[in-house]
Every structure is written in structure tokens, then in C-alpha cells.
T-cell receptor, first 111, second 114 residues
Framework: AQRVTQPEKLLSVFKGAPVELKCNYS??????LFWYVQYSRQRLQLLLR??SRESIKGFTADLNKGETSFHLKKPFAQEEDSAMYYC?????????????FGDGTTLTVKP | DAGVIQSPRHEVTEMGQEVTLRCKPI?????LFWYRQTMMRGLELLIY????????DSGMPEDRFSAKMPNASFSTLKIQPSEPRDSAVYFC????????????FGPGTRLTVL
């Protein structure tokens, strides 16, 4: 079975502070991991995926297979980063593109 | 492409009424997903289709919920009869292997059952 755990439902930081949104997963094979973001009154959209190893809007996420984690980090949070963030896992054995989503973390960046 | 299209955007109905939500996936995408989002339970996968065939409907909460995908460009999620606890935002998403299985979400339908 595949499972994604986001232990923090709510996270609040001040503008300019570092932020880390935690994501842990369980999956017996090689997973593909994603972070999706949902800004207020907007649709969910992909923020980044681990295979591309890119930085989007200053966010990065490293897949740590030893710790089965895929934490999302940004060194200096901005107010516009306030949103709901979902970590998602897709098992590479899956042939239909199904992803398992975590419960989400609501990030609030205070001025 | 306009992205994933959902209708209606908002639906207010009374308990016991039938509700039908509609989704048009991105052209060329072969997988389609229906999700429900609530404050209490986050984002729940209800059902997903691959090449118009339902693959996994284990997330459908009850027999009151049903989903169809008669062709590659259209899907419906029906609730009959609706109940107040069905109030939520319902998202449709589509994906394709050609886009590394990134899921493209629609704007959602906000359902309120009174």
C-alpha cells in the first residue's frame, strides 16, 4: 500500500523566515513524488516533482529514500507563498497515473 | 487548451435532490480522477478512469455516488439522493503519461446541500 503523511495541518511563519513542509511516504517500490499547491480560490497545480530536481518559486524538495521523506523547503518565505500544499506519491508500478495525496498543510506567511 | 473544465462551478441544492457534476478533461489525456475536498478530510480520491474505464472506485463513499465516462472527453459524477454531509468542493483532474503523469486539476465544483 502507498501512503503519504503530512504531519502538520497548519504551519505559520514570518516573512523572510525559512520554511519546511514535511512529507513522509511509505511505498515498497520506487515512487515518483510531487508537491502540489493551491492558492486561495484557485485550482490545485503542480509545484514541483522530484525527478526534475528543479527549484520553483524558490522551493526545493529532495527525495530521501533512507528516511522516506520529501520535505518542501524555502529559505526565505514570502507572503504570496501562503497556500495549501499537498504532497503526492505515484507508484511507478501504477499504469494509470494514480497519485496518493497527503492531507495537506496550510501555510500562512505573516508580514 | 482551456485546461480541465468543470460545471457547474457552484451548486446549491436541497437534501434528497439529485446532483450531477460534469468534467471535460484535457484533450489527449487518458486518465481522469474525481476528488472531494473538505476541511476535515482534505483531498480524497473518489474514483479514477483510464482510457474511459473505471479502474478504482474504492473511494466512492456510498452507493449514492456514481461516476461515468462515456467517452474520452466527458465524465460525470452523480449523487442521488444528496445529503448535507456531501457538501464539499469536488475536483476533476486529468493526466497523461506524455506529461509525466502530472495531474491537471479543474477549478472545482462547490456543492452545498441544505
Amino acid at each position: 500500500a502507498q501512503r503519504v503523511t503530512q504531519p502538520e495541518k497548519l504551519l505559520s511563519v514570518f516573512k523572510g523566515a525559512p520554511v519546511e513542509l514535511k512529507c513522509n511516504y511509505s511505498y515498497s517500490g520506487s515512487p515518483e513524488l510531487f508537491w502540489y499547491v493551491q492558492y486561495s480560490r484557485q485550482r490545485l497545480q503542480l509545484l514541483l516533482r522530484h525527478i526534475s530536481r528543479e527549484s520553483i518559486k524558490g522551493f526545493t524538495a529532495d527525495l530521501n529514500k533512507g528516511e522516506t521523506s520529501f520535505h518542501l523547503k524555502k529559505p526565505f518565505a514570502q507572503e504570496e507563498d501562503s497556500a495549501m500544499y499537498y504532497c503526492a506519491l505515484m507508484g511507478l508500478k501504477t499504469n494509470a497515473g494514480k497519485s496518493t495525496f497527503g492531507d495537506g498543510t496550510t501555510l500562512t506567511v505573516k508580514p | 487548451d482551456a485546461g480541465v473544465i468543470q460545471s457547474p462551478r457552484h451548486e446549491v441544492t436541497e437534501m434528497g435532490q439529485e446532483v450531477t457534476l460534469r468534467c471535460k478533461p484535457i484533450s489527449g489525456h487518458n486518465s481522469l480522477f474525481w476528488y472531494r475536498q473538505t476541511m476535515m478530510r482534505g483531498l480524497e480520491l473518489l474514483i479514477y478512469f483510464n482510457n474511459n474505464v473505471p479502474i478504482d472506485d474504492s473511494g466512492m463513499p456510498e452507493d449514492r455516488f456514481s461516476a461515468k465516462m462515456p467517452n474520452a472527453s466527458f465524465s460525470t459524477l452523480k449523487i442521488q439522493p444528496s445529503e448535507p454531509r456531501d457538501s464539499a468542493v469536488y475536483f476533476c483532474a486529468s493526466s497523461s503519461r506524455d506529461h509525466y503523469n502530472e495531474q491537471f486539476f479543474g477549478p472545482g465544483t462547490r456543492l452545498t446541500v441544505l
